[in-house]
């Protein structure tokens, strides 16, 4: 179900990620507002940014976007984010393309522990840039996986992914990402294997 509630979302990392996302969401009308390091470079012209802090403080969601090693940092930045969505878009991979955090413990976990006070989601990780940008196959939908200990705020997740067009499909409480960061190296690895980044994961059911 998509939201009804236009949002406040923060989003931290202007790279490949964030921009995709914030202008997807900026254009189902929610209020995007960038957190960024440096809000004076001009680098980001065209974008409404914000220093960190400042973003996060008047958002209802914060979606991280920044690389893995930065995460830690970007929110120590972003400061108390009680009671405010964070959705998890990262992938935590070191050098070599290894997962730092295997199938007993996930990034999101570490994000969880990281900032405690706020309601951890995980998703936007799976994917590519690419199909974050057009979830739409002819008839299907790009499969988005999402899971958080927090229903509301997995609903609200829910609700911005289906705003930009995909199918959210929840697994469950947040340690589950200790499977979903995991399959984002499976969709890494099939854009070699396919020769293309224009392809997605669908639902099929009977
Ligand atoms: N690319 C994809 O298709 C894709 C898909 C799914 C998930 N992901 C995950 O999403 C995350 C971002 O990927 P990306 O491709 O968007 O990376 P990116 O283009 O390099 O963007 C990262 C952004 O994070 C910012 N940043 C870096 N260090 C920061 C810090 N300490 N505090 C605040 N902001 C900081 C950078 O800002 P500056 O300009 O100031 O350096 C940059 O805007 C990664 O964890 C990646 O694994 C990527």
């Known amino acids: 179900m998509s939201t009804s509630t236009k949002l406040r979302i923060a989003v931290i990392g202007a790279g490949n990620v ?3 996302l914030g202008k997807r969401f900026s254009d189902a009308g929610h209020t995007v507002v960038y957190g960024v390091r440096s809000a004076a470079d001009a680098k980001y012209e065209g974008l409404t940014v914000a220093g960190i802090r400042d973003a996060a403080a008047s958002a209802d969601v914060v979606l991280l976007t920044t690389p893995w090693a930065a995460a830690q940092d970007a929110l120590q930045a972003a400061g108390d984010l009680a009671g405010k969505v964070l959705i998890d878009a990262t992938n935590p991979i ?3 393309m290894v997962l730092t955090h295997g199938t007993t ?3 999101a976990e570490q994000v969880a522990r990281w900032a405690p006070s706020a309601r951890v989601v995980k998703a936007f990780n799976s994917v590519g840039r690419e199909v974050m940008a057009n979830p739409s196959f002819d008839a299907q939908r790009s499969v988005l996986w ?3 200990d927090d229903q509301a705020a997995c609903d609200t997740v829910a ?3 289906t705003d930009i ?3 959210p499909l929840r697994v469950g409480p947040l340690a ?8 984002a190296l499976v969709w890494i690895t099939a854009t070699a294997a396919l020769a293309t980044r224009e392809f997605s994961w669908g639902l099929l059911r009977r």
Do not use: K, N
């Open 176 to 183: 589950r990402a200790r499977f979903v960061e995991p399959a």
């Open 146 to 148: 999402l899971c958080g």
């Open 165 to 167: 067009g995909f199918e």
């Open 105 to 107: 413990d996930s990034g």
């Open 18 to 20: 964030g921009t995709t």
């Open 94 to 96: 070191g050098p070599g």
């Open 159 to 161: 609700g911005l992914a």
